[in-house]
């Protein structure tokens, strides 16, 4: 088990919760963590109890990316949030949200781009344009990953067990 740091500073909460390390190489770890929280209808998805999440962090890249499943094991999407690189250290894992997220659905059509607004309150545009055009890049690889169906948008990449 591993413990997931997401900081959210303009929302000034981090949320904390365990997953459980499903691969780890150098700059990549492949956690499953399961939804015990009450549904949340986003409008494009929902998350229910007893849901799961295989979440990919990256050292090296400016996003991680959520597979969510239901209980049975069948592909709602994945939430990708747009973050700093992750932070790995002894036992866990930490990520920066930059308030801006795509959903890609399970066929990969329709990305929605989603908090935009929340994203242009965090001022990266003016106060940290490094950070801005690496946000920017963020979007569009994850746009071609997804509309290639490659890693880690395909449905095949996670074995599906059934268990927790």
């Not at 050292?59 to 949030?81: I, P, T």
């Amino acid at each position: 088990m591993i413990t997931i740091r997401l900081l959210k500073p303009l929302k000034n909460k981090i949320i904390t919760f365990q997953a459980k390390v499903i691969q780890r190489d150098p700059d990549y770890i492949l956690v499953r963590a399961q939804w015990n929280h009450p549904l949340v209808d986003m409008g494009y998805v929902t998350f229910a109890p007893g849901d799961y999440l295989y979440e990919h962090f990256y050292r090296d890249r400016w996003y991680n990316v959520y597979e969510l499943r239901s209980q049975a094991g069948v592909l709602k999407g994945w939430y990708c949030n747009i973050t700093r690189p992750a932070v790995f250290f002894d036992g866990v894992i930490e990520s920066e949200d930059l308030e801006i997220d795509l959903f890609v659905p399970p066929d990969r059509t329709n990305i929605l781009v989603l908090d935009e607004d929340e994203y242009a309150a965090r001022g990266l545009t003016a106060n940290e344009p490094e950070a801005h055009a690496a946000v920017v890049a963020a979007l569009s690889e994850l746009h071609d990953l997804a509309q290639r169906g490659v890693a880690p948008f395909c449905a095949e990449l996670v074995e599906w067990t059934g268990d927790p």
